[in-house]
């Protein structure tokens, strides 16, 4: 075995964020190595190869239906994210998403957990109406995207209830993420900004033997603190964020592949979801005056296992198992005063399990089909505690401690298929999942005490059931082999469940989006391609947490608030220019408003509002807009880089009174770039490739 070695590469990048991040100098160091074995590791037939400088624009394979089939063959609006893209844009936290995907809405939490609505639908920061994906398992906290371990990301818009389950009502964020190279390889980068900002990532991938191969990746992010607490003269918002992810995948013989990954995170922070009020709701203030100094602390393990099994030549089965737990523990002061009155503490954890069996055709004929069955365990237990102190800065006592204790344990099974028809330039789609789900709560809370013995009394354990059918029928047809135009409708659903508020355990309905759409997907001459989509939207039951005051006690109720109806456009366009430039953007018009909801009341001042009819929903922001000029050259041996890219958000409501409001804003970020090429040594697979990081790295301050 003759060894290869790639020089070590300086790559920089170079510019400024204008508006909402922050101007940080990065360095980026890549160093790879290459050991040239002969191997072979079958490749796996759901996975995309990654598309090269001359035909990105021509065919992207992705595996949104749970199949490999070209992006603009499938009859949806999905937005499909290369691994070149999440580099050049430095895509490293979910809501840098918003900048390429059109009519996407996504907010990170203190603990990089997202609250996302598409299209304007997703039950935002109440359930997860927009569930995420890694390779067709389903994600539940602290979703990043690290370019190092992602092959691509696909936005899938519009219900996927038939396919992927209830928590999808408004679409899925499906990570594909990379496997084992053919041959060894490693790479490591550090980059460095302001406010302490320090992010190191190595990985290291190639085979163990003709059969085996491994991927192994390790982070450790780190920043320092941005919200200045003028009290403790310290500093909220430092975070740190480490840990490993390692990929196996053995090829034991023609008809079997077997994946096992494997990824530990740690995570703590001194930001919190600040409770504070500010002379209006456009005000962001960057300092706080609380005597307690909040934090936050998760730890994740997650694991899965998929074997594909080729039965023979038509059909091959599927066994994909996977096993999650979280460890959260968040502390905070509740009064955000200067002075010690409610110190809150709230323990979070959750158990998943889950078992997906699939049969699917894999011959070449005009139908393709799938068959599956799906069952999934979620336990999760929350423990809030309320320690009360005398209020004295001096001599701070505690008087004394409550705690509200929940234990809930869910379960989903169903059944799914969906089959595909090809008949001359005609394709025609029937889907449909049929899902029963079970949700039990029992709660504890030691406020609640007879007002005559002081004894705490219980709470009344509760138990829900519920089914819903998610079907999905499509049409297509295609003019050329690049135009097709189609019409899909699908049917997602939240499931229902229940929650202990005000002493009181009471259920929720289930949300239901049924979407409309016709579309049209096309590439023209000179490999320009052309995307349009239009939608319409019925949503009903609508959830909303909103806290209230009740006398001096701050208190939640979630609720469905009742329906809405949102429709639009959406419009991408994506274009090589002269002289090494590439354009693209996008587009996309919302207009989400309540329909027949009377007698809502008004939370902040108590009032009955006689009918929310014709109000503009939450997180429903009126257009999205994104651009991008590229351009790359390469001077003897070196490659060259500028980038341009703008956002622009149009205005969008916090609360279902149009009370608060987020007002339109636009985003540009210019970067520029250079880079030595990484050269393997000579021989049949040497290859060339060049990189680097874009500047700037995502550093503390968020807006």
């Known amino acids: 075995m003759s060894e290869m070695v790639r020089l070590p590469a300086l790559l920089c990048r170079a510019g400024r964020g204008v508006g909402m991040r922050v101007g940080l100098a990065a360095l980026a160091l890549g160093i790879t190595g290459v050991l040239n074995s002969s191997v072979s590791l079958a490749a796996d037939d759901k996975a995309a190869a990654p598309a090269t400088p001359d035909n990105n624009l021509v065919e992207i394979v992705v595996t949104a239906r749970k199949r490999s089939e070209n992006l603009r063959d499938i009859p949806a609006s999905i937005t ?51 569930g995420f994906y890694a390779n067709d398992v389903q994600l539940f906290e602290g979703q990043i995207a690290r370019p190092i371990d992602i092959e691509r990301i696909e936005v899938l818009k519009g219900p996927q209830g038939t396919l992927f389950g209830g928590a999808n009502v408004g679409g899925a964020i499906k990570y594909v993420t990379k496997d084992p190279t053919s041959t060894w390889e490693n790479e490591a980068t550090a980059e460095f900004g302001s406010y302490r900002t320090r992010n190191y990532q190595a990985v290291v991938s190639g085979p163990i033997n003709d059969k085996v191969g491994i991927r192994a990746s390790v982070y450790y992010d780190t920043h320092g603190g941005y919200i200045y607490d003028t009290y403790n003269k310290f500093d909220y918002g430092a975070a740190n964020d480490h840990g490993a992810r390692v990929t196996l995948v053995a090829t034991p013989n023609d008809n079997d592949r077997i994946r096992v990954h494997v990824s530990a995170d740690d995570f703590n922070t001194s930001s919190q979801n600040l409770m504070y009020t500010p002379p209006d709701a456009q005000t962001y203030s960057y300092s706080v005056n609380d005597y307690f100094i909040p934090a936050f602390y998760r730890h994740i393990i997650s694991m899965d296992a998929q074997i594909d099994h080729q039965i023979n030549s038509n059909v091959a089965l599927t066994s994909l198992t996977s096993y999650y737990t979280s460890y959260n523990r968040g502390n ?68 004394f401690s409550d705690f509200d204790r929940d234990e809930k344990m869910q379960r989903q099974y169903a059944l799914f298929g969906d089959v595909t028809y090809h008949h001359g330039d005609w394709q025609y789609e029937l889907g449909l999942r049929a899902e029963y789900y079970t949700s039990s709560l029992t709660a504890v809370n030691t406020n609640n005490v007879d007002p005559n013995t002081g004894a705490v009394l219980p709470i009344a354990p509760a138990r829900l059931t519920g089914h819903e059918f998610s079907p999905r029928v499509s049409v297509q047809y295609k003019f050329s082999p690049t135009l097709n135009v189609y019409g899909t409708i699908a049917r997602g659903f939240t499931p229902g469940d229940e929650i202990e508020e005000n002493f009181v355990v009471h259920p929720y309905r289930p949300e239901i989006a049924t979407n409309y759409e016709v579309g049209m997907k096309s590439l023209l001459e000179h490999n320009v391609q052309l995307n349009a989509a239009f939608f319409y939207t019925t949503y009903s039951d609508r959830l909303y947490l909103f806290q209230q005051l009740t006398g001096s006690m701050i208190t939640d109720l979630t609720t469905n608030i009742g329906p809405s109806t949102n429709y639009g456009a959406e419009f991408d366009i994506a274009a090589p220019l002269p002289g090494g430039f590439k354009f693209s953007g996008g587009i996309g018009v919302l207009h989400a408003t309540w329909g027949d909801v009377k007698n809502y009341v008004d939370p902040v001042t108590g009032l009955p509002i006689p009918n929310l009819k014709g ?49 339109s804003a636009q985003r540009t970020t210019p970067t520029s770039s250079c880079g030595s090429p990484r050269w393997a040594g000579p021989g049949p697979e040497a290859r060339r490739r060049t990189g680097g990081r874009t500047w700037p790295p995502r550093s503390g301050p968020r807006s």
């Open 80 to 130: 499909a994210i290369s691994a070149a893209t999440l580099e050049d844009a430095h895509v490293t936290q979910l809501d840098d998403l918003n900048a390429l995907v059109t009519n996407l809405n996504v907010v990170e939490a203190h603990d990089n957990t997202p609250d996302v609505t598409l299209r304007g639908v997703g039950a935002f920061g109440v359930v997860q109406g927009v």
């Open 615 to 663: 109000l503009y929903v939450p997180f429903a922001p009126a257009y999205t807009a994104n651009t991008t000029l590229e351009w790359k050259h390469d001077f003897g041996g070196y490659e060259f880089g500028w980038r341009a890219t703008g956002l622009f958000t149009g205005r969008s409501y916090w609360d279902p009174q149009d009370a608060a409001y987020q007002i």
């Open 332 to 399: 905070t002061d509740f009064n955000k005063k200067p002075i010690p009155l409610d110190f809150l503490q709230q323990n979070v954890d959750n158990r998943v399990y889950s078992e997906e069996l699939r049969l699917a055709s894999t011959g070449s004929s005009n139908l393709d089909w799938l068959l599956g069955a799906f069952f999934q365990g979620h336990k999760s237990a929350l423990l809030s505690k309320d320690n009360n102190y005398n209020g004295d800065p001096l001599n701070p006592v505690l008087l």
